[in-house]
């Protein structure tokens, strides 16, 4: 059985988030000791209990400690298994986050799996949705991997109740990525939304942003406004968001986004998007510094060697970096400082090695 201390780099979720999706790949028992040891409530929250559970259905996994707050659990994958599955957070736990443990696990499962999860669609400290479905998809696309996520009902802190519905079918293989530089802005695009209020809401957000864009030099700039008349909105909470997405010549996209909160101008929202999403591409790498942790899984199981360039290199990057070295031995090398643009290179030991 491997151990793994959930208090070592960032000390949070995203280390158990990590070791579990690895442990059902591989097949192989696993124990985390110190859950979440950094943050303010330490041991597993309902989103971490959540994808345990998801996990264990994929896997028909024996598991130990798995309750709120529990600060260890003994994870035991015996056989994986595909079907229809639904899962519900119980609060606005972020479905983005649990998308990101259990999409590599869908990947290799014996057959198709169809999964509905209730729960945070938009929420703070998470990726929004439209991130997932715009940016890290696109990548799981270059790799040979195409998922199908699609958002049925939105949820927001506090009230949650988001529905998105996931279909996946199991691959061969994944092909490594190798993507250095971005190249030039061909174009941008976005998402901006707004449940359970005011039209003008998104449309500020919208208008916020292209708006400093343009005053940045981009023109070639698109984004979407979302929102629901009262009377055909099912939503459960109010709530507001705006992601950005910039497409390249060289066929990488890099994200920013923001949230709406309450006695937070709708101008503001949407200029936080822009200005993240400027940050992002001043350093001229393939990658965003949020994509550039979440894809580490999949490029450590990939067919053959990656390269790619991040914008910055975050404490969840190396971390997740050290899970995967910990737990799979892969080969993982990296150029450039915490916290400045790097290069990644990871030798993947290829899908079949782990099937």
Known sequence: MIVIDGSMGEGGGQILRTSIALSALTMTPIKIVNIRAKRRNPGLARQHVTVVKVIKALTNADVRGLALRSKTLDFYPRKRVSGSFKFDVGTAGSIPLILQAILPVMALAPGPINLTIIGGT?????????????????????????????????????RGGGIVQVVSKPIEKLTPLNLIRRGRVVEIRGRSHCV????????????????????????????????????????LGPGSGIVLWALTSNESVLGADALGARGKPAEVVGREAATKLLEELKSEQALDSHLGDMIIPF??????????????????????????RLILGVKVEVTGSLGEPGIIKVEGLGTASIK
């Open 122 to 158: 938009d929420v703070p400290m998470s990726p929004p949705i439209d991130y997932i479905i715009n940016v890290f998809l696109r990548y799981l696309n270059k790799m040979g991997y195409y998922p199908s996520i699609s958002i049925v009902r939105r949820g927001h802190y506090p």
């Open 196 to 235: 359970k209020l005011p039209s003008h809401v998104a449309e500020r957000q919208a208008s916020s942003a292209s708006r400093i864009l343009r005053e940045a030099g981009y023109r070639n700039i698109s984004i979407d406004v979302e929102y629901y008349p009262p009377e055909k909105d099912p939503h």
């Open 299 to 324: 490029l450590a199981i990939a067919d053959g060697m990656s390269i790619v360039g991040t914008s910055k290199l975050t404490l969840h990057t190396i971390t997740n970096i050290e899970v995967v």
